[in-house]
């Protein structure tokens, strides 16, 4: 069964700072890999997705995330923080070839400090 | 385009009372998904339709759940009775998958529900 562990609840970040995020993944093989945004009372957005070829992918918002075979890592980063990132962060894994069932991690809560 | 619509956004409702959630794709959209919520869990996948017919029901707590896809258009998430428990946000998704799909779920705004 996939499963992913997102290990940090709530990390605070000053603007301009970077930041990591951190996921590790469960799976037989591969994943199709993403990273979802929900900002408070709102649903979730896409942020990025991996599937294969380059391992460093580029995402909306100067958001990135690099996979790590060796690591089973997907850890999303940005190189500067702005206010308006603060939100909660899902990674989430699915099948290869389909991703008709994504499996979500727990969630970290970004918070920016001014 | 208008993005996945659900309705009500909030909901209260007391224990032993019926609630039906409600949810409309993005048009042309094939697949259809129905999250739960809670800060204790995190966000579970209840169930997922394809072309209207449900395909994996496995996370559908008990039967007070059921959920119906009657046209491609529509769902809707029924709980009965409620419990104080079914409180959380319930979020539906919807996706389309085929040559060229970027397997990206979009996610509606979401319905609180509160059960007391």
């Known amino acids: ?114 | 385009d208008a993005g996945v619509i659900q309705s009500p956004r909030h909901e209260v409702t007391e224990m032993g009372q019926e609630v039906t959630l409600r949810c409309k794709p993005i048009s042309g959209h094939d697949y259809l998904f129905w999250y739960r919520q809670t800060m204790m869990r995190g966000l579970e996948l209840l169930i997922y339709f394809n072309n209207n017919v449900p395909i994996d029901d496995s996370g559908m707590p008990e039967d007070r759940f059921s959920a119906k896809m009657p046209n491609a258009s529509f769902s809707t998430l029924k709980i009965q009775p409620s419990e104080p428990r079914d409180s959380a946000v319930y979020f539906c998704a919807s996706s389309l998958r085929g040559a060229g799909s970027s397997y990206e779920q979009y996610f509606g705004p979401g319905t609180r529900l509160t059960v007391t």
């Open chain 1, 1 to 114: 069964a996939q499963s992913v562990t997102q290990p940090d609840i709530h990390i605070t970040v000053s603007e301009g700072a970077s930041l990591e995020l951190r996921c590790n993944y469960s799976y037989g093989a591969t994943p199709y890999l993403f990273w979802y945004v929900q900002s408070p009372g709102q649903g979730l957005q896409l942020l990025l997705k991996y599937f294969s070829g380059d391992t460093l992918v580029q995402g909306i918002k100067g958001f990135e995330a690099e996979f790590k075979r060796s690591q089973s890592s997907f850890n999303l980063r940005k190189p500067s923080v702005h206010w308006s990132d603060a939100a909660e962060y899902f990674c989430a894994v699915g099948a290869p070839g389909t991703a008709s069932k994504l499996t979500f991690g727990t969630g970290t809560r970004l918070q920016v400090t001014l």
